[in-house]
């Protein structure tokens, strides 16, 4: 390679010798794979036939955040005093690391293309060689690229100081050794990533097995075929119901209680055994030893080599004590502490779905709305206690006047409700007003063996005959327990409201001068959000169907969003000093709305209709007006 190869004799000659030079780096490939410093006799010789000075063979690799570098394979010891010989001492072995990629070597890596440089020293593409330090002067140098088969640029040879320079010949006569070393590099690093997946596989596998043994009594692991047939049970399933794997598969499908929440298993298979991941559900299960437990059970399917559903793998997880706990938290929420009756929240609740039931089903639904006649002298002469024993005493005399259907409320201090439900006439409400009068004949006998006497003023709301809307039969049935109260007797009597008839007077939500703040775009959308929840209660009154109701819901809902937004752009450029919380009670509503209305919402939608009432009214009323107000004097300032 020192001379022009004119002679066909010298051709063959560096031809066999680079044969035999690669047929080397074969063996040695071959003994000890990739490794830093085995191809130092691949190095030495073709340096020799090269007539070349030094050289290095490199890979190129990179750091973990991304940063390229080189690291030998083989290199030639050029240091040029102890401390870079020490150094080249201590780091050959292992490989030497390069980064500065503005060199000669690192052109040819960036391009891709290979490097000659016969006048190093005037090269714009030299950087960084330290000459200076007393390292042997670079006279010429040749760059290759190490490539895969595909072209993607892995290494980087490097030969210096041949006498006369490199040629273009010289390059295509160094491409065999550069693809075939390239071709040992890409090998290497497939071996060394499938050694790696084995590893990683091995180490799951074993990591896998001893979280099955060792998983936690609240979790159990199973897997079942397209038939159902249970396949696999891990062994914690003994600590979580009692039975042992080989008992449980056996036995499982005994597992499931009546719980009608329990009836979403069929759905859920269907979903996982057609290929689609389940979002997690709750069961109700029987112990082995009959008890009952609550799990979470999160399933999807498995695959076989062929991509087709084989079977179900899931986790069931152990919830019966947050269930309990969540449970509790509800109870308390919606349920009287002295009494146990359904407080307020939950008499609305069930009054919406009795009165959308009673809707649909074209019967008569009524409200009787009772209060304590006497009850103040009992707390004034025996004390609050007593008047504690007396409330208790009573809800559990009327208990036993009304059916399991029925629910029977406390709403607040001695006032109590009861929603009679599934009536064919509007006079079969009279016969169980009687029995809650009948009821409070006779005397009560406190704690403290002393004795009281109590009785109790009945009014009684009809749907339809009195009132459509839940705070209108509430209304309705209030009024006509304070007539009988009058009388100042105990005894029961009806509601004498007749419901507006003509759907152009049917204004259920009314704002007067009170809801009026003063600033023409509120008061015109305020207006706009009555008028959309009033043609809501028509259209739920004259049972229009449920896509008009819907569509509805949604326009009322997205209008008092824009509602919202408009006020937000309002307080923002006048700069309103209450304005977090005068939002935060927008958020509220939307958040309270948005609970209401999770579907199945239809049974909720006079309980949605009647939040959104009393919530816009009363916040028009309060925050609004002071909005307006602030707005109008900001207006003012500004003249």
Same mark, same amino acid.
Request: net charge negative; with cysteine; glycine share 8%.
């Given at each position: 390679?020192?001379?022009?190869?004119?002679?066909?004799?010298?051709?063959?000659?560096?031809?066999?010798?680079?044969?035999?030079?690669?047929?080397?780096? /074969?063996?040695?490939?071959?003994? +000890?794979?990739?490794?830093?410093?085995?191809?130092?006799?691949?190095?030495?010789?073709?340096? %020799?036939?090269?007539?070349?000075?030094?050289?290095?063979?490199?890979?190129?690799?990179?750091?973990?955040?991304?940063?390229?570098?080189?690291?030998?394979?083989?290199?030639? =010891?050029?240091?040029?005093?102890?401390?870079?010989?020490?150094?080249?001492?201590?780091?050959?072995?292992?490989?030497?690391?390069?980064?500065?990629?503005?060199?000669?070597?690192?052109?040819?890596?960036?391009?891709?293309?290979?490097?000659?440089?016969?006048?190093?020293?005037?090269?714009?593409?030299?950087?960084?060689?330290?000459?200076?330090?007393?390292?042997?002067?670079?006279?010429?140098?040749?760059?290759?690229?190490?490539?895969?088969?595909?072209?993607?640029?892995?290494?980087?040879?490097?030969?210096?100081?041949?006498?006369?320079?490199?040629?273009? *010949?010289?390059?295509?006569?160094?491409?065999?050794?550069?693809?075939?070393?390239?071709?040992?590099?890409?090998?290497?690093?497939?071996?060394?990533?499938?050694?790696?997946?084995?590893?990683?596989?091995?180490?799951?596998?074993?990591?896998?097995?001893?979280?099955?043994? =060792?998983?936690?009594?609240?979790?159990?692991?199973? $897997?079942?075929?397209?038939?159902?047939?249970?396949?696999?049970?891990?062994?914690?399933?003994?600590?979580?119901?009692? !039975?042992?794997?080989?008992?449980?598969?056996?036995?499982?499908?005994?597992?499931?209680?009546?719980?009608?929440?329990? +009836?979403?298993?069929?759905? %859920?298979?269907?979903?996982?055994?057609? $290929?689609?991941?389940?979002?997690?559900?709750?069961?109700?299960? #029987?112990?082995?030893?009959?008890?009952?437990?609550?799990?979470?059970?999160?399933?999807?399917?498995?695959?076989?080599?062929?991509?087709?559903?084989?079977?179900?793998?899931?986790?069931?997880?152990?919830?019966?004590?947050?269930?309990?706990?969540?449970? /509790?938290? !509800?109870?308390?929420?919606?349920?009287?502490?002295?009494?146990?009756?359904? =407080?307020?929240?939950?008499?609305?609740?069930?009054?919406?779905?009795?009165?959308?039931?009673?809707?649909?089903?074209?019967?008569?639904?009524?409200?009787?709305?009772?209060?304590?006649?006497?009850?103040?002298?009992?707390?004034?002469?025996?004390?609050?206690?007593?008047?504690?024993?007396?409330?208790?005493?009573?809800?559990? #005399?009327?208990?036993?006047?009304?059916?399991?259907?029925?629910?029977?409320?406390?709403?607040?201090?001695?006032?109590?409700?009861?929603?009679?439900?599934?009536?064919?006439?509007?006079?079969?409400?009279?016969?169980?007003?009687?029995?809650?009068?009948?009821?409070?004949?006779?005397?009560?006998?406190?704690?403290?063996?002393? *004795?009281?006497?109590?009785?109790?003023?009945?009014?009684?709301?009809?749907?339809?005959?009195?009132?459509?809307?839940?705070?209108?039969?509430?209304?309705?049935?209030?009024?006509?327990?304070?007539?009988?109260?009058?009388?100042?007797?105990?005894?029961?009597?009806?509601?004498?409201?007749?419901?507006?008839?003509?759907?152009?007077?049917?204004?259920?939500?009314?704002?007067?001068?009170?809801?009026?703040?003063?600033?023409?775009?509120?008061?015109?959308?305020?207006?706009?959000?009555?008028?959309? $929840?009033?043609?809501?209660?028509?259209?739920?009154?004259?049972?229009?169907?449920?896509?008009?109701?819907?569509?509805?819901?949604?326009?009322?809902?997205?209008?008092?969003?824009?509602?919202?937004?408009?006020?937000?752009?309002?307080?923002?450029?006048?700069?309103?000093?209450?304005?977090?919380?005068?939002?935060?009670?927008?958020?509220?509503?939307?958040?309270?709305?948005?609970?209401?209305? %999770?579907?199945?919402?239809?049974?909720?939608?006079?309980?949605?209709?009647?939040?959104? %009432?009393? !919530?816009?009214? +009363?916040?028009?009323?309060?925050?609004?007006?002071?909005?307006?107000?602030?707005?109008?004097?900001?207006?003012?300032?500004?003249?």
């Amino acid at each position: 390679m020192n001379k022009p190869m004119n002679s066909p004799l010298d051709k063959l000659e560096l031809r066999a010798a680079m044969l035999d030079t690669i047929r080397i780096m /074969q063996q040695d490939f071959l003994k +000890q794979g990739i490794s830093f410093g085995w191809c130092d006799r691949v190095l030495a010789t073709l340096l %020799k036939f090269s007539r070349s000075e030094f050289g290095f063979i490199s890979e190129l690799l990179h750091k973990e955040d991304g940063t390229p570098f080189i690291k030998s394979h083989g290199i030639t =010891n050029i240091a040029w005093d102890e401390t870079t010989r020490a150094f080249y001492e201590q780091h050959a072995a292992q490989g030497m690391e390069f980064f500065n990629f503005n060199s000669l070597w690192g052109h040819a890596i960036t391009t891709g293309e290979a490097v000659i440089a016969n006048d190093p020293d005037n090269d714009p593409r030299r950087g960084g060689y330290p000459g200076e330090q007393g390292h042997p002067p670079l006279h010429s140098f040749l760059g290759l690229p190490i490539k895969t088969a595909s072209g993607e640029v892995i290494g980087v040879i490097g030969l210096a100081n041949r006498p006369g320079g490199y040629s273009q *010949e010289d390059v295509e006569f160094m491409e065999l050794f550069a693809t075939t070393y390239g071709m040992l590099i890409e090998h290497s690093r497939e071996a060394a990533d499938r050694k790696r997946l084995e590893d990683e596989l091995v180490e799951s596998r074993r990591k896998f097995q001893s979280l099955v043994e =060792n998983i936690s009594d609240e979790y159990c692991l199973y $897997g079942h075929d397209v038939n159902g047939v249970m396949t696999y049970v891990s062994p914690s399933i003994t600590g979580l119901l009692g !039975w042992t794997p080989e008992e449980l598969k056996v036995n499982y499908a005994t597992l499931l209680t009546d719980n009608p929440g329990n +009836q979403v298993v069929e759905q %859920k298979m269907e979903g996982a055994l057609s $290929g689609v991941r389940q979002t997690p559900y709750i069961l109700e299960l #029987r112990h082995k030893d009959g008890s009952k437990r609550w799990v979470e059970v999160s399933e999807g399917p498995v695959f076989d080599a062929d991509g087709h559903v084989a079977g179900i793998e899931g986790i069931v997880h152990d919830v019966t004590e947050r269930q309990k706990a969540e449970a /509790q938290i !509800w109870h308390q929420a919606n349920y009287d502490r002295l009494t146990g009756l359904p =407080n307020r929240s939950l008499f609305f609740d069930r009054l919406s779905r009795e009165i959308s039931k009673a809707r649909r089903d074209n019967r008569y639904l009524a409200l009787l709305y009772f209060d304590l006649d006497g009850f103040k002298p009992v707390n004034d002469q025996y004390g609050h206690e007593a008047g504690d024993e007396v409330l208790v005493c009573v809800a559990q #005399r009327w208990l036993g006047c009304v059916r399991d259907a029925d629910t029977l409320a406390r709403i607040g201090g001695d006032e109590f409700t009861l929603i009679v439900s599934d009536m064919e006439r509007p006079e079969m409400a009279a016969s169980v007003a009687q029995k809650i009068v009948d009821a409070m004949s006779e005397k009560i006998v406190l704690s403290t063996r002393q *004795e009281c006497h109590v009785g109790v003023s009945v009014g009684i709301s009809v749907y339809p005959s009195n009132a459509m809307e839940m705070d209108s039969m509430l209304s309705a049935a209030d009024e006509a327990m304070y007539a009988i109260k009058q009388k100042k007797q105990s005894g029961f009597g009806f509601s004498l409201r007749v419901p507006i008839s003509g759907l152009d007077k049917m204004e259920w939500i009314r704002l007067d001068d009170a809801h009026q703040v003063g600033v023409d775009e509120m008061d015109a959308e305020h207006e706009k959000l009555a008028y959309l $929840g009033n043609q809501l209660n028509i259209s739920i009154i004259e049972k229009a169907s449920s896509e008009d109701i819907s569509r509805q819901f949604e326009e009322l809902i997205a209008y008092t969003v824009h509602h919202f937004e408009s006020e937000h752009r309002l307080m923002e450029a006048s700069a309103y000093p209450d304005r977090a919380k005068h939002e935060a009670e927008h958020a509220a509503l939307i958040e309270a709305i948005q609970q209401l209305a %999770k579907p199945p919402y239809q049974e909720k939608s006079l309980l949605i209709l009647q939040t959104f %009432k009393d !919530w816009i009214l +009363q916040h028009i009323q309060k925050s609004d007006r002071e909005l307006g107000k602030y707005l109008r004097s900001c207006k003012d300032l500004k003249k």
